[in-house]
């Protein structure tokens, strides 16, 4: 009988299964859902948790900042914080600091219910002062709250009056980056690392460990279960974050590699948990004179020759990924619209032809940098993929430092940037969608009749009160973009944490950086 040849990567995974070890494999339902046995089992107080992630942290800070929750790896937030709201892992809107909102008719004003008895770190009972002083903070730093042109106290409430009406606010103030903080002057506001979270901070070693302990004040009664939380950060290091989970050092690694679920199933001793959805890999296509992509038709034919669906069998396995449908929604956005025709070489071949391509072309070099360990994997798949339909495509991988700078290059002054990947992670329909706006980076400054009923429709969704009127809109809004193809989605990865079998209440999160740890306890 042949043998079958091992490739570099497969022997790698392999060796990393056998290195984390040893009783009980697990079914895809184990994943998704937690097993009747350990949701029965009383929770219990006390101990120490440590856990690794995977993820580039090159937005956090030094000595002197490195405890403001802007310069935290955002998995990292909620930890030590919390938000006006939170997105849960249904990718549905749920109170946090604040208990309520309401909106005008118009939506462009938003009357916010604080939480009452809610205490900081060192005692202070938070007001809608604090509130106020941290997004008055966050108007200036942050892109998401920049649509605020006023905030202000209303008795006990806090209004935000916005530039544009937004049906879907309450989404925004579950950012990651609009954290509560008692109120101070905008240059030292956040330093002291004080906030209202399960955890408060006891040490920092910014870019490598946070340790944590257990925030007595807590205004979810009864939370956290651990009295320590500790952070290990291993960006782009997932060989030693499973070596160290497999030596004893970590009780969870986060951000592991999706595509290694099939080989994790059967590997005992080890539980793990996937979420509904989660990042995916974008094209984003210069759209500039002298360019193939920048007819039309090229981008169609290049949307129909990559074979999506071999690409979530080679690199994620159908139950870890999921197929894109070239917009930035994913299929736990009720509002997400199917790809009809995947994959269409014959109608890739005509459209070429049409465009002046007979007999084939040669796109311009596509960039990408490894931020998630399978990136690589998705577009050697997809470049080997499109040769079918007559089309060349080089790619080149880049360093994950400073590889965002390097792709978009001077934005403001001359829009230029490259052709290349993003990652993008799951959002609401309002937030997401308008990521592909014509001032963006993103749609390669996208123009046109198309863009131009694209962004009317989404001016339209945001001053509509209705879901399912917004609903309707936003499938229009889909359908042009597989019209237009201003962005190409190569697939999507659920994301899969693994812990330790005594771990309990660990939950992955479509949206990372959304992940809480007040549930978590050891039995």
């Known amino acids: 009988m042949k043998q079958s040849q ?40 006390g101990g120490s948790f440590v856990y690794t992630n995977t993820y580039p942290n090159n937005r956090m800070g030094d000595a002197r900042t490195g405890k403001h929750p802007q310069n935290w790896l955002d998995l990292n937030n909620r930890s030590a914080y919390n938000a006006l709201t939170w997105v849960d892992e249904n990718l549905e809107v749920q109170p946090e600091l604040a208990t309520a909102w309401e909106p005008s008719d118009d939506l462009k004003v938003w009357d916010i219910t604080l939480r009452e008895g809610v205490l900081f770190h060192d005692g202070r009972e938070m007001t809608a002062d604090d509130v106020v002083s941290s997004y008055q903070f966050h108007q200036a730093s942050t892109g998401y709250a920049k649509q605020i042109v006023k905030v202000e106290k209303v008795g006990g409430k806090v209004r935000m009056t916005l530039d544009a009406p937004n049906s879907e606010f309450p989404y925004v103030l579950a950012e990651y980056h609009l954290m509560i903080m ?25 870019k490598r460990r946070i340790i944590l302990e257990r925030n007595e ?51 005992p001793d080890l539980k793990f948990n996937l979420s509904s959805s ?4 974008l094209m984003i296509i210069p759209k500039h004179e002298g360019s193939p992509l920048n007819d039309q038709r090229v981008r169609q034919a290049l949307a129909l020759a990559i074979d999506r669906d071999k690409i979530i069998r080679i690199v994620y396995g159908k ?98 940037h490259r052709f290349a990947y993003t990652p993008a992670g799951p959002r609401n329909p309002g937030v997401s969608l308008y990521r592909l706006r014509p001032d963006n980076n993103e749609s390669g400054y996208w123009s046109g009749a198309g863009c131009d009923e694209y962004m009317a429709l989404y001016q339209k969704s945001m001053a509509e ?32 944490l693994l812990h330790k079998p005594n771990v309990q209440g660990l939950r992955s999160h479509p949206q990372f950086w959304s992940m809480r740890f007040d549930e978590v306890w050891k039995s």
Do not use: C
């Not at 008692?182 to 910014?206: C, E, H, N, Y």
């Not at 989660?278 to 890999?281: K, P, R, S």
């Open 6 to 45: 091992t490739s570099p990567m497969d022997a790698m995974r392999r060796r990393l299964l056998m290195a984390a070890g040893a009783t009980t494999a697990l079914s895809l339902s184990d994943l998704l859902w937690p097993d009747a046995a350990s949701a029965a089992q009383e929770p219990k107080r």
């Open 182 to 206: 008692p109120a101070a002057d905008k240059d030292k506001i956040g330093l002291a690392g004080v906030g209202t979270g399960p955890f408060r901070i006891v040490s920092l070693d910014p």
């Open 217 to 267: 004040k807590y205004w979810r009664q009864g939370f956290p279960y651990l009295d320590h939380l500790e952070v290990v950060s291993s960006p782009g290091r997932m060989e030693g974050a499973l070596n160290g989970f497999r030596g004893g050092l970590f009780d969870a690694v986060i951000g592991v590699d999706p595509g290694m679920l099939p080989d994790l199933e059967r590997t």
């Open 278 to 281: 989660g990042d995916q890999a």
């Open 319 to 416: 139950a870890a990924g999921w197929v894109g449908n070239d917009s930035h929604l994913t299929p736990a956005n009720a509002s997400f619209l199917p790809l009809q025709r995947a994959h269409d070489i014959a109608r890739a071949r005509a459209l070429l032809a049409e465009a002046g391509h007979a007999n084939g072309v040669k796109l311009p070099t596509f960039y990408f940098a490894a931020t998630w360990p399978e990136v690589p994997r998705v577009f050697q798949v997809l470049s080997e993929s499109v040769k079918e339909a007559g089309i060349t495509l080089p790619i080149e991988q880049r360093p994950s430092d400073g590889y965002r700078q390097w792709r978009v290059e001077d934005a403001e002054k001359t829009r230029k």
């Open 465 to 496: 009160p209705s879901a399912e009127k917004r609903r309707e809109n936003y499938v229009r809004m889909q359908e042009i973009l597989r019209e237009e193809v201003p962005i190409i989605s190569a697939g999507g990865r659920r994301n899969l």
